[in-house]
């Protein structure tokens, strides 16, 4: 559509169209699965590794089990961590030359790709919180659907600038992982290969490989897919991190992924960060990190440590105000489940070694009031039971009686033994993430997940659609709205649709700190297996870019709660600040189904 004339730091006039996207990868049936975790052993990053002007190549090869079978893969990568509470992009690009899985079971290796290329340069100082590669279909692996249990192997080729930075997330602790930065001069040149990574002269390992998401689809519902948020506890700061036996990584989170004997998985991604509080998930300046809860049906979730303080000097009502938002944000996000952890002793030990209850002292605000503390850890796991007796959490798990003293349990148990349960008085142990890891799996196996869940499918066997296709790519009455369109935004499909109903852009130059760019579209506020995703470019050719949320240059809003009436949509509003080099911007609605 053509918008009104622009002020005159424009060139022309802005043209703005709208493009309501197809869906994406191959729509086999009714009963394609949303798109979710899929696998163990992903997660974001939490710091960057320098290079130097000669080790400018990277390999990267980390295992990850499937939680379940699958129809589909597809792996994410990202260019940035999380710094404590703060999101930080990288400062230097990170190209993938080649990347690649590896069916453990047999060997085969399939291409991963991006819009068809085997490479992907990641910009520096990125925005985006994700690089998706192409689908693969699991009709590719020639041994049959890949299984729950299976391993695959993740192989990345890149480089980077010399005297650069690449970000650390994977863990690479297990037998047969690795991530070396080596001088490209001497590597053998080689991908889409098999086994370990070869030794190469002069090569440097780290204990973490690139940040990745590990995502596909379960042939069938019912499949956990969890996502961790929290900061150092659950990320498992104090457990063994350079080398460890379990393949779906360290912390009592990643532990509880597989049984004892390291299988029967439940598919995980691991968003916390050590130092974080409950602000790194809700600040506007951090808009990536939301984005992944999409694709998860469980949230363990466990900020509080770095909240409450050292000294005991937080707020419990704010803590709890803040938490209460995440909460709010998982389920809007989808997540079905939220299971919420204790808080456990915070200590002091005259010794340093935690060897007994007499060696120890609880930090102020971390002990018991009724001895003249100010008994907050207590007061705020209490407002957790309330929020579990009023239905906010699903399940609030026990992380505090199994470890704690079992006559007062504002001290870590201790068997005379040095260092039993922590070495620091803050961070669990090899022990106690072990003790605490049997506990979440056995919450986790409780849960019923897509029980009852939105599915295209049951929205298409409500409607009478007198002999019409009824698959989600059709477009029966050739309106230009696919069945999955109608769906997504709760039309029929029908019927003819009106422009009004319809996403349509507007220009806005009189609102505060504009001019704004409006994009307003209807969302089926049921149609949980839907992802919408925002895109813009300058040009009709390329450089589509996903718009992330900031609630400063990119805003969405609810204009309307319930447009119909009937409280089956909501009409949203995404605002976009348009700068003044701007002569024309084409927006993209992106569906996944």
């Known amino acids: 559509m053509l918008l009104p004339q622009c002020p005159s730091y424009f060139r022309k006039n802005i043209v703005v169209?709208?493009?309501?996207?197809?869906?994406?990868?191959?729509?086999?049936?009714?009963?394609?699965?949303?798109?979710?975790?899929?696998?163990?052993?992903?997660?974001?990053?939490?710091?960057?590794?320098?290079?130097?002007?000669?080790?400018?190549?990277?390999?990267?090869?980390?295992?990850?089990?499937?939680?379940?079978?699958?129809?589909?893969?597809?792996?994410?990568?990202?260019?940035?961590?999380?710094?404590?509470?703060?999101?930080?992009?990288?400062?230097?690009?990170?190209?993938?030359?080649?990347?690649?899985?590896?069916?453990?079971?047999?060997?085969?290796?399939?291409?991963?790709?991006?819009?068809?290329?085997?490479s992907l340069v990641m910009p520096a100082n990125d925005t985006e919180p994700y690089w998706l590669a192409d689908p693969i279909d699991s009709s590719v692996w020639t041994s049959g659907t890949p299984q729950r249990d299976e391993v695959f192997w993740l192989n990345i080729k890149g480089s980077i600038p010399a005297s650069g930075k690449v970000c650390q997330g994977n863990p690479t602790g297990y037998s047969g992982s690795k991530f070396i930065l080596y001088d490209p001069a001497n590597g053998p040149g080689s991908y889409d290969t098999t086994g370990p990574v070869p030794s190469i002269t002069g090569q440097y390992a780290r204990t973490r490989g690139l940040p990745t998401m590990f995502l596909g689809r379960f042939t069938e519902p019912g499949y956990p897919s969890v996502i961790g948020i929290g900061d150092s506890i659950l990320d498992g700061s104090g457990d063994a991190t350079s080398s460890y036996s379990t393949i779906s990584g360290f912390g009592f989170f990643c532990r509880a992924a597989v049984d004892e004997d390291g299988k029967n998985p439940i598919a995980t991604f691991n968003l916390p960060r050590h130092g974080a509080t409950t602000t790194a998930l809700l600040k506007a300046s951090n808009p990536r990190q939301a984005h992944f809860?999409?694709?998860?049906?469980?949230?363990?979730?466990?900020?509080?440590?770095?909240?409450?303080?050292?000294?005991?000097?937080?707020?419990?009502?704010?803590?709890?105000?803040?938490?209460?938002?995440?909460?709010?944000?998982?389920?809007?996000?989808?997540?079905?489940?939220?299971?919420?952890?204790?808080?456990?002793?915070?200590?002091?030990?005259?010794?340093?070694?935690?060897?007994?209850?007499?060696?120890?002292?609880?930090?102020?605000?971390?002990?018991?009031?009724?001895?003249?503390?100010?008994?907050?850890?207590?007061?705020?796991?209490?407002?957790?039971?309330?929020?579990?007796?009023?239905?906010?959490?699903?399940?609030?798990?026990?992380?505090?009686?199994?470890?704690?003293?079992?006559?007062?349990d504002h001290y870590w148990f201790t068997n005379g033994t040095n260092d039993y349960m922590t070495k620091d008085g803050t961070h669990l142990n090899g022990t106690s993430n072990a003790?605490?890891?049997?506990?979440?799996?056995?919450?986790?196996?409780?849960?019923?997940?897509?029980?009852?869940?939105?599915?295209?499918?049951?929205w298409a066997e409500a409607i009478d659609w007198a002999g019409e296709d009824d698959s989600p790519e059709a477009d029966p009455n050739h309106d230009g709205i696919t069945n999955a369109m109608a769906y997504a935004f709760d039309?029929?499909?029908?019927?003819?649709?009106?422009?009004?109903?319809?996403?349509?852009?507007?220009?806005?130059?009189?609102?505060?700190?504009?001019?704004?760019?409006?994009?307003?579209?209807?969302?089926?506020?049921?149609?949980?297996?839907?992802?919408?995703?925002?895109?813009?470019?300058?040009?009709?050719?390329?450089?589509?870019?996903?718009?992330?949320?900031?609630?400063?240059?990119?805003?969405?809003?609810?204009?309307?709660?319930d447009p119909d009436g009937d409280g089956s949509a909501v009409l949203k509003k995404l605002r976009i600040k348009l700068a003044s080099e701007d002569t024309q911007r084409f927006l993209k609605l992106e569906l996944t189904l």
């Not at 130097?52 to 379940?68: F, I, N, S, V």
Request: charged letters at 20%; glycine letters at 6%; proline letters at 5%.
């Open 17 to 118: 169209l709208t493009i309501i996207a197809g869906l994406i990868g191959s729509i086999s049936s009714h009963a394609l699965e949303p798109i979710r975790y899929v696998a163990t052993g992903a997660r974001i990053g939490v710091y960057t590794q320098n290079t130097d002007t000669e080790k400018t190549a990277y390999w990267h090869r980390t295992p990850h089990q499937l939680g379940g079978p699958v129809s589909e893969m597809q792996i994410g990568f990202m260019n940035w961590l999380l710094s404590y509470s703060v999101e930080a992009a990288n400062s230097s690009e990170v190209t993938i030359e080649y990347a690649w899985l590896e069916r453990a079971s047999d060997g085969q290796v399939v291409p991963i790709t991006f819009s068809g290329s085997r």
């Open 293 to 408: 809860l999409k694709y998860a049906n469980v949230a363990v979730e466990e900020y509080g440590t770095n909240d409450l303080g050292s000294n005991g000097t937080g707020d419990v009502s704010e803590i709890l105000g803040r938490l209460e938002d995440i909460w709010t944000l998982c389920r809007n996000a989808g997540i079905q489940k939220i299971i919420r952890t204790k808080l456990m002793p915070r200590t002091i030990s005259a010794s340093y070694d935690w060897v007994s209850l007499a060696d120890q002292s609880p930090n102020t605000g971390w002990g018991d009031a009724s001895q003249g503390d100010s008994g907050k850890r207590d007061a705020l796991n209490a407002a957790l039971q309330t929020s579990f007796n009023n239905g906010d959490i699903d399940l609030l798990l026990d992380t505090l009686t199994p470890l704690a003293d079992p006559t007062d």
């Open 491 to 561: 039309l029929p499909p029908l019927a003819t649709i009106p422009a009004s109903a319809r996403p349509y852009a507007t220009y806005d130059s009189t609102s505060e700190n504009g001019p704004w760019l409006n994009f307003i579209f209807r969302q089926n506020v049921n149609a949980e297996d839907v992802i919408f995703n925002y895109l813009s470019t300058t040009n009709l050719k390329d450089n589509w870019s996903t718009l992330v949320t900031d609630d400063i240059e990119i805003i969405e809003e609810t204009i309307d709660p």
């Open 435 to 458: 003790i605490i890891a049997i506990i979440l799996r056995e919450a986790l196996l409780s849960l019923t997940v897509d029980e009852n869940a939105p599915r295209y499918s049951s």
